[in-house]
């Protein structure tokens, strides 16, 4: 069974930093989560209280402003980093697309990396070949995928990445707001594949400020404020 359980999670970021004689700047601030200090440490508290139940098919919309949480709640999903507090379960293979470039290899050619990215998901190398094609296919990258990855535009690369992470059926995909790197076209088949992947029971959690894009895919919305839920409904209700 597919699923996320978080309960109450919290997510405390320590920053080290040299001892600073600059008084604290007290005014208050519209974006980020809370900022603590103890001694010379200073904290930011960047998730507290955090709760929701994910089952196949939801497509969560993640929306707030910056530095909300958002980024950090979908690295907590991913393993990246240990919720501080609370209690989070993942059942299920997890793929993430948070940064275009993240895990693929400049020199390498786009073939390459796919291949690569295949085996860091857990895909055999038989697989892997098996899809081949058909994540080039979609990717449409035609000849440039026998040319190294550096050489890519970041629309290009965007296409790469998300034909490799999809093509792969991730059971849970986790993405940043980076799929407007697309063009329309490409965007468009984009969230076709991703209305797909939704439809054979994976989740899929979407961290965006494009409402419009988070209407098409998502199901249900979280707005994040200073790293705590402050609504949770359906995109027709939040996104309005
Ligand atoms: N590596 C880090 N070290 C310390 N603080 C961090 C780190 N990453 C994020 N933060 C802080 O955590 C809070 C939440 O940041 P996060 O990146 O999750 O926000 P976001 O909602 O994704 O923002 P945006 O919409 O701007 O991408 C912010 O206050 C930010 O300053």
């Known amino acids: 069974m597919i699923s996320i359980k978080a309960k109450n999670i919290g997510l405390t970021y320590n920053i080290r930093q040299k001892i600073s004689l600059a008084p604290n700047y007290r005014k208050p601030s519209p974006t980020g989560g809370k900022i603590s200090a103890t001694g010379r440490k200073r904290m930011v508290k960047a998730l507290e209280g955090v709760n929701f139940e994910l089952n196949s098919g939801d497509r969560l ?21 240990e919720p501080s507090e609370g209690e989070l379960s993942v059942s299920g293979k997890v793929d993430a697309l948070f940064n275009i470039n993240l895990g693929f290899r400049q020199e390498a050619t786009g073939r390459r990396n796919i291949f690569l ?3 860091i998901n857990g895909w055999s190398p038989k697989e892997i070949e098996s899809r081949m094609d058909e994540i080039i296919d ?11 990855f550096k050489s890519y535009s970041q629309g ?14 991730p059971e849970i995909l986790l993405m940043d707001e980076w799929i407007g790197a697309g063009d329309p076209a490409f965007q468009q ?9 939704a439809e054979k029971a994976g989740i899929i959690v979407l961290a ?7 209407k098409t895919v998502c199901n249900k919305v979280i707005c994040l ?7 949770t409904g359906t995109a027709e209700e939040l996104l309005d």
Do not use: Q
């Not at 979609?138 to 440039?144: A, K």
């Not at 965006?208 to 988070?214: D, G, I, M, P, Q």
């Not at 404020?225 to 609504?231: I, L, M, Q, T």
């Open 61 to 81: 919309g993640l929306i707030g402003s910056n530095g909300a949480g958002k980024t950090t709640l979908l690295k907590v999903l991913y393993g990246i980093y």
């Open 117 to 119: 990215r295949g085996l």
């Open 138 to 148: 979609f990717s449409e990258l035609g000849g440039f995928i026998d040319l190294p």
């Open 156 to 169: 290009m690369a965007a296409r790469l990445a998300f034909s490799v992470a999809t093509c792969l059926e």
């Open 189 to 197: 088949k984009a969230k076709d594949r991703m209305s797909d992947l």
């Open 208 to 214: 965006s400020h494009n409402h419009k894009l988070l």
């Open 225 to 231: 404020e200073e790293g705590k839920v402050v609504a």
